[in-house]
């Protein structure tokens, strides 16, 4: 497993990389992943040093690009009611799902959203990622939680144009295990704000933003059914 100080020297080695080649070429060129940043414990690098998002499909910036497009999508009021939602995501977006939502729970305090990371028992707990989540995982954790009126998923969760799970659990069968409506978020800070606010109205993709459906290129990731017996 990578260790708190392998993902710090990583770190050093990529932004000592990163000020050579920028003074050569203008661009930063070499990039770490969101995790290893988790890992070191630091905060995710400003949005200039990611050179436009040019590497999202590999994990790069995609949590910095939320929290922008959460910003962004701020800019403009919005007429919303009281209302309880839950937010399920992988342990590595966990902590700062929870800091970039502050702004949306203060701008509209009427409501109230519980966030719960979910720990990968199928494939290891070293696996953080909501790309690799399990519908028997999201289920287990989340059975006899304050979930809300609404649970609210990433796109990333479900295998790509589907809504089953990658342990073939279908979005239907988790909303009747957990007796709640779940609505699929897609990967853009604009309908993170949207679902937090109207979760009963469709999720819109919008072209050209957001973060790419296929973050960590999970979608699709198949398992075999004998790994569940």
């Given at each position: 497993?990578?260790?708190?100080?392998?993902?710090?020297d990583?770190?050093?080695?990529?932004?000592?990389?990163?000020?050579?080649?920028?003074?050569?070429?203008?661009?930063?060129?070499?990039?770490?992943?969101?995790?290893?940043?988790?890992?070191?414990?630091?905060?995710?690098?400003?949005?200039?040093?990611?050179?436009?998002?040019?590497?999202?499909?590999?994990?790069?910036?995609?949590?910095?690009?939320?929290?922008?497009?959460?910003?962004?999508?701020?800019?403009?009021?919005?007429?919303?009611?009281?209302?309880?939602?839950?937010?399920?995501?992988?342990?590595?977006?966990?902590?700062?799902?929870?800091?970039?939502?502050?702004?949306?729970?203060?701008?509209?305090?009427?409501?109230?959203?519980?966030?719960?990371?979910?720990?990968?028992?199928?494939?290891?707990?070293?696996?953080?990622?909501?790309?690799?989540?399990?519908?028997?995982?999201?289920?287990?954790?989340?059975?006899?939680?304050?979930l809300?009126?609404?649970?609210?998923?990433?796109?990333?969760?479900?295998?790509?144009g589907?809504?089953?799970?990658?342990?073939?659990?279908?979005?239907?069968?988790?909303e009747?295990?957990?007796?709640?409506?779940?609505?699929?978020?897609?990967?853009?800070?604009?309908?993170?704000?949207?679902?937090?606010?109207?979760?009963?109205?469709?999720?819109?993709?919008?072209?050209?933003?957001?973060?790419?459906?296929?973050?960590?290129?999970?979608?699709g990731?198949?398992?075999?059914?004998?790994?569940?017996?």
């Amino acid at each position: 497993p990578v260790t708190k100080e392998d993902a710090l020297d990583v770190i050093r080695r990529v932004e000592r990389w990163q000020k050579e080649i920028f003074e050569e070429t203008g661009s930063h060129f070499v990039h770490a992943s969101d995790e290893f940043y988790h890992l070191a414990g630091l905060d995710m690098p400003e949005e200039a040093r990611y050179d436009g998002y040019i590497q999202l499909e590999n994990g790069v910036g995609m949590l910095r690009l939320l929290e922008t497009e959460i910003k962004e999508a701020l800019k403009e009021k919005e007429e919303t009611e009281k209302g309880e939602v839950s937010i399920a995501t992988g342990r590595l977006a966990f902590p700062y799902i929870q800091e970039y939502i502050k702004p949306i729970l203060e701008r509209y305090p009427g409501r109230q959203v519980h966030i719960y990371p979910i720990t990968n028992d199928f494939f290891g707990e070293m696996i953080t990622v909501s790309g690799l989540i399990t519908g028997r995982d999201l289920i287990g954790q989340l059975k006899g939680r304050a979930l809300g009126d609404w649970l609210l998923l990433p796109v990333n969760m479900f295998r790509s144009g589907e809504e089953i799970f990658l342990d073939d659990v279908t979005l239907q069968e988790a909303e009747k295990a957990l007796q709640v409506r779940i609505r699929i978020v897609q990967s853009s800070g604009r309908d993170l704000v949207s679902a937090i606010l109207h979760p009963e109205q469709e999720p819109q993709a919008e072209e050209g933003s957001g973060l790419p459906g296929a973050a960590y290129g999970y979608e699709g990731y198949e398992l075999d059914s004998e790994d569940f017996k």
